[in-house]
């Protein structure tokens, strides 16, 4: 049973059509086809269903948190389900110099601290017994590549959030242009820069992020970037580093009637001190059958938490000459 839903997910890719192995092809068909028969012969068994929302929550789970980018642009942690995330820095110590042998002045440590904020996100979806019946690899199919998709999305939607809530119109560290010059990015990554202070961890990575239509000017020639920078942005995929930040182009997510959740004409500079987001604990998944019509749910929930506490690490670029 485990091995036929996991299958299924590790073949998925098998079913698009540009040469994938024959023997993946082989290897889905038969996971589905080993999916449905069971789904038939133990629809009854509750030990089959609890099965079916172990083996998601495994698979969404381990693709939620080890298959996407957002921890490689923003400084993400993965900490217990009932954990606090605490950021305390200790401030105060001062440096006197003084003659040998001569009084030294007395500071006092101080120390600030945040806690990160505590919500869920989840999906919860439902379909008639019947249909599941007659396919249902189908639908677990679906749950595994729709579901984490849409866990992926909501994520990077809420670093987002969290950033322009951080960098309104109102703020200093917001800068808006009628096309984006090199200055604009050169300005915005040393202001970022000389912004980071020392962690004791080693060097603070800087980052460039932002869709395609603000990410492709770096590379765009007419505009005199480095050609050794534009080069090695062009043969990674427009990933890339220029002047030594990361250069990462993010998806277009988008909701269930195509609305963007992250607009197009804009580019972030931010440090890797800019904030922190943790996940808490496993991704959670439950199922059951209502009492009064024949429809099975299936729902997914996790805890996150994110919080923007040094906002003078970011330069948040606007480019008016893009549509939104």
Same mark, same amino acid.
């Given at each position: 049973?485990?091995?036929? /839903? ?37 629809? =009854?068994?509750?030990?089959?269903? #609890?099965?079916?929302?172990? =083996? ?30 605490? %950021? &305390?820095?200790? +401030? ?7 003659? +040998? ?27 008639? /017994? ?19 998709? #849409? ?5 990077? #939607? +809420? ?7 951080? *960098? $309104? ?8 242009? !009628?096309?984006?010059?090199?200055? @604009?990015?050169?300005? !915005?990554? &040393? ?13 603070? $990575? ?9 990410? @492709? ?9 480095? $050609? ?9 995929? #427009?990933?890339? *580093? ?12 988008? =909701? @269930? ?25 496993? %991704? ?31 330069? +948040? ?8």
């Amino acid at each position: 049973m485990k091995s036929s /839903i996991q299958t299924l997910a590790r073949t998925h890719a098998a079913v698009d059509p540009w040469g994938h192995s024959p023997q993946l092809a082989e290897e889905y068909t038969k996971a589905k086809e080993e999916l449905n028969k069971q789904a038939r012969e133990r629809w =009854d068994d509750p030990e089959f269903h #609890r099965q079916v929302a172990a =083996d998601l929550e495994s698979i969404l789970d381990y693709q939620f948190t080890f298959e996407n980018l957002f921890s490689t642009y923003f400084n993400v942690e993965n900490v217990g389900e009932w954990d606090k995330v605490i %950021l &305390r820095e200790r +401030r105060g110590l001062k440096v006197f110099q003084s003659s +040998r042998g001569g009084y030294i002045e007395e500071s006092q440590l101080r120390s600030e601290m945040w806690e990160l904020p505590r919500e869920t996100m989840g999906f919860h979806v439902s379909e008639h /017994i019947d249909k599941l019946r007659m396919n249902f690899a189908e639908t677990i199919e679906d749950l595994v590549s729709l579901g984490g998709q #849409r866990l992926e999305a909501e994520v990077n #939607r +809420r670093i987002f959030n969290l950033l322009q809530a951080a *960098v $309104p119109s109102t703020s200093p560290y917001y800068v808006s242009v !009628a096309g984006m010059a090199k200055s @604009d990015l050169d300005t !915005a990554i &040393r202001n970022v820069r000389d912004a980071i202070k020392p962690n004791g961890m080693g060097p603070v $990575p800087v980052t460039i992020i932002g869709r395609a239509a603000m990410v @492709d000017q770096i590379s765009d020639f007419n505009l005199g970037f480095d $050609p050794e920078a534009t080069e090695e942005v062009r043969a990674k995929g #427009r990933l890339g *580093v220029y002047r030594g930040a990361n250069i990462i182009q993010v998806l277009n997510y988008t =909701d @269930d009637s195509g609305t963007s959740f992250i607009p197009a004409n804009e580019l972030w500079v931010f440090g890797g001190t800019v904030g922190k987001f943790a996940l808490y604990g496993g %991704l959670q998944v439950k199922s059951w059958d209502e009492n009064t019509v024949d429809y099975r749910h299936y729902r997914a929930r996790k805890d996150v938490g994110g919080l923007v506490h040094h906002n003078e690490q970011s330069r +948040r670029i606007i480019d008016g000459n893009v549509t939104p």
